[in-house]
């Protein structure tokens, strides 16, 4: 008998878009956040790259433009505006995204791995800090009752080394160039704006059963100082 085939939910706690996609998803479509298998993404340092290219894998990441980083900032803060969220952006120096990713693989060893997500999100998106440091990866850790020494030098166990590896691989293997990605045997969405079709595709509904994005459906909430935002909302690399 053929093995049904899982959907498929590529996320990183570095991505806004990410972040976005996870509260959707978990707020709205429990049914299949609970399905689906969760596969981290990160940009790899020195070390994972090495172990890639000993693999023949190339991840397809590229910098990003200045321009780019700025459409970012209004399109998220859009985004975020519309569903009434706060968001404080946070300021990564020389990040390392082995250290919160991998620290996630040990999370979910543990049956917290959802948990641990939240809380690095709302660190990340909510508090401004920076989730890429061993210290608040360690008080997240203790937060949920974990070890958060073990939790912080998770990036310092090969064994969690080799299973990242194999999360990038994975991401490899499905064709992901952004995230948040999503996959439901060969069909592949890209972006927030996909999640709704990726869901009617996993309930194997037509997407008009799934619906508009809920805010479309209320009062716009006011808000001082809008700005000058536009352009539509999406994913990043």
Known sequence: M??????????SLRSPYSWLAYRDLTEHFPDVADAAEWIPFWEPDETTSTMLAAAKIELPIVAMSRAKNFYILQDVRRLTRARGWDVTWPIDKDPVWEIPHLAYLLADDAGKGRQFIDLVYRARWQEGRDVSLRTTVAEIGDELGLDGDRLAAASDDPRLRERGVECLRASWKDGL?????????????????????????????????????????????????????????????
């Not at 053929?2 to 996320?11: H, L, Q, Y």
């Not at 972006?191 to 990726?198: E, Y």
């Not at 059963?209 to 809008?226: K, L």
């Open 2 to 11: 053929r093995t049904p085939k899982r959907p498929r939910f590529f996320f």
């Open 177 to 237: 160039f952004g995230v948040p990605f999503f996959a439901y045997g060969r069909e592949k969405f890209f972006g927030l704006d996909r999640l709704r079709t990726w869901v009617a595709t996993v309930r194997g509904v037509d997407a008009a059963e799934v619906g508009a994005p809920w805010w479309e459906y209320e009062a716009a909430p006011i808000f001082s100082d809008p700005g000058a935002d536009g352009g539509p909302a999406g994913g990043c690399a």
